[in-house]
């Protein structure tokens, strides 16, 4: 017998499997290839010559424009509608959790769900076109608690311009069997007067992906990439009471709102009341800064509580979970004559549990306001 | 062992980038019908029931949901964090929908030092509905031995 026979076998196999390759790769490219198509943003307000073949949400970020994603466009999150003047198909099964009956009517439809094949017409709000892409250096990383960060990113020449409240998209690179690049949403925890700068308080969420890789990886010096700023948590122009509750990272945004009130004149203009909650004196953090505003502005009132604080500490603060201490505050020591507003920072569950002592309390849902990204 | 269509798609479903950015998986490169029948013998071995530990893993993270984001302590014998994010995760079966609600359980005590259990709504789904309990490797996998562990059975 011929001894390379037993070579024949394989390499006729693998020439066929090479042959296929070659095959589906040609093939994929004449029948996926979608070729240029045209967004047309605001009955022509914007007109994007793009390559079709990625979904809608990608490629306008290519071209500059950032649709809000809370979840890097993996269709988890809901939050990146726009309203589809085309024909893009029927809405799928993965957006159907995401829309309501009106939406369906008026074709809004998840960007990250949409895939370019033809041109198209969309619209967005206007004030889109001015969320942009920074790049910037990790200034510095601190220990708030044990699971929570604070990043501040310092952006060199560039300058960035949001409203304090608002929040943007945090990117990190690829790591472990993470293939792609991957952006959450983080509010801001800077002052907006710094401009050249950014903050975040960023808590460790097991098995989170972004979370896991500041916590475990992130350095100071390494460059990342946020977008932003999205969102319309900021402070109303009105007179009403503030009534401000946050629990962990949900610390951020009032950081920004506080310490730009500094600077505007917020604390001599109306009342503030701000509830932080955490289980154990472990779990808090700024407790020094807070109760200096607390002393130095008679209209600022800080009230920190201990869910379950450790025996044997001097804990001198409100105890309970944060519900149960608002609800007091808001029946024993806020007046009930003045008008007030809601500011809420945190998961869902608290979002709801807060909403509900504060309706229970007379507050005016439509003067409640939060970041639906949490 | 061959495994239908719809196991073929669920396995396709779990793979990193699809559904979540790690996947279902883990290390664990088996069909997942081998997954399974290996992890209904050791649940036996581990004398726990599918649906009744599925009921009191889902009663730990409804727990945990009344610490708003925060630990709490639960019965004395867990600390119990439940994180919430807005959205949902489907199921790798496509059979659902669920809330991206994260839960770590950890046993109180110094004696059970390190010892904790991760797990989300769509992992209890997976339990109790397919006795899936993820690849070896994967940060939500269910270890029998552990859910024995930190459940006390």
């Known amino acids: 017998m011929d001894p390379t026979a037993f070579l024949v076998a394989p390499l006729v196999i693998a020439g066929m499997s090479a042959g296929l390759a070659a095959l589906i790769s040609i ?43 809370a979840c890097g ?59 942009k892409k920074y790049s910037g ?19 060199g020449d560039e300058e960035v311009s949001f409203r304090a409240g608002q929040y943007g998209q945090f990117e990190v690179p690829p790591y472990d069997k993470i293939k792609e690049r991957t952006q959450r949403a983080y509010s801001m925890s800077s002052k907006p007067s710094d401009k050249n700068h950014l903050e975040f308080l960023i808590r460790l969420v097991p098995g989170g992906i972004v979370t896991t ?22 402070v109303r122009d009105t007179e009403a009471t503030m009534i401000c509750v946050a629990g962990g990272s949900g610390m ?82 806020i007046s009930t004559e003045t008008p007030k507003e809601g500011y809420l920072c945190g998961s869902p569950g608290m979002l709801d549990a807060c909403m509900s002592v504060m309706r229970d309390n007379d507050m005016a849902e439509e003067a409640i306001y939060f970041d639906k990204f949490a | 062992m061959k495994m239908s269509p719809e196991y073929q798609k669920a396995q396709k479903n779990m793979e990193p980038g699809v559904i979540t950015a790690s996947g279902f998986l883990g290390d664990d490169h088996r069909p997942i019908i081998e997954i399974i029948t290996e992890d209904e013998e050791r649940m ?6 599918f649906e009744e530990t599925g009921e009191r893993l889902r009663e730990l993270l409804m727990a945990g949901r009344r610490g708003m984001g925060e630990p709490v302590t639960v019965e004395g014998k867990w600390l119990v964090k439940t994180d919430e994010t807005r959205g949902y995760l489907a199921s790798p079966f496509e059979d659902g929908i669920f809330r991206k609600m994260n839960t770590v359980v950890e046993p109180v005590g110094p004696e059970h030092k390190g010892l904790r259990l991760m797990y989300s709504e769509l992992s209890l789904h997976l339990l109790e509905k397919w006795h899936f309990l993820q690849g070896k490797g994967s940060p939500f996998r269910l270890e029998p031995d552990t859910m024995r562990r930190v459940l006390g059975v």
């Not at chain 1, 250096?137 to 952006?155: A, F, P, Q, W």
């Open chain 2, 44 to 49: 036996a071995q581990a004398g726990l029931d």
């Open chain 1, 73 to 131: 466009g993996r269709g988890s999150c809901g939050e990146c509608k726009v309203k589809v003047n085309s024909d893009v198909g029927p809405h799928l099964p993965t957006e159907l959790p995401y829309l309501d009956e009106k939406q369906m009517e008026q074709n809004i439809r998840l960007s990250c769900q949409i895939k370019l094949k033809a041109d198209v017409g969309i619209e967005v709000p206007e004030y889109l076109f001015n969320i």
């Open chain 1, 137 to 155: 250096t990790v200034e510095s990383i601190r220990d708030l608690t044990h699971d929570i960060k604070e990043v501040y990113v310092n952006l």
């Open chain 1, 27 to 69: 093939t994929d490219r004449y029948v996926n290839d979608y070729g240029d198509v045209v967004i047309d943003i605001n009955q022509g307000s914007k007109k994007l010559d793009v390559k079709g073949g990625a979904n809608m949400l990608v490629t306008l970020a290519e071209s500059g424009i950032y649709i809000p994603s």
């Open chain 1, 213 to 234: 890789y500041v916590h475990e990886r992130l350095k100071e010096g390494e460059k990342i990439n946020i977008v932003g700023p999205f969102g319309d948590f900021y």
């Open chain 1, 252 to 333: 951020a945004p009032f950081k920004s709102i506080f310490y730009q009130g500094v600077e505007n004149g917020l604390f001599e203009k109306r009342d503030i009341w701000y509830f932080f909650g955490a289980r154990t004196e472990k779990d808090m953090f700024y407790l020094d800064e807070l109760r200096e505003l607390d002393s130095k502005y008679e209209r600022f009132h800080f009230v920190p509580a201990l869910s379950e604080p450790e025996p044997g500490t001097d804990w001198q603060g409100a105890t309970g979970l944060i519900t149960e201490v608002l609800d007091n505050y808001l029946k024993e020591k």
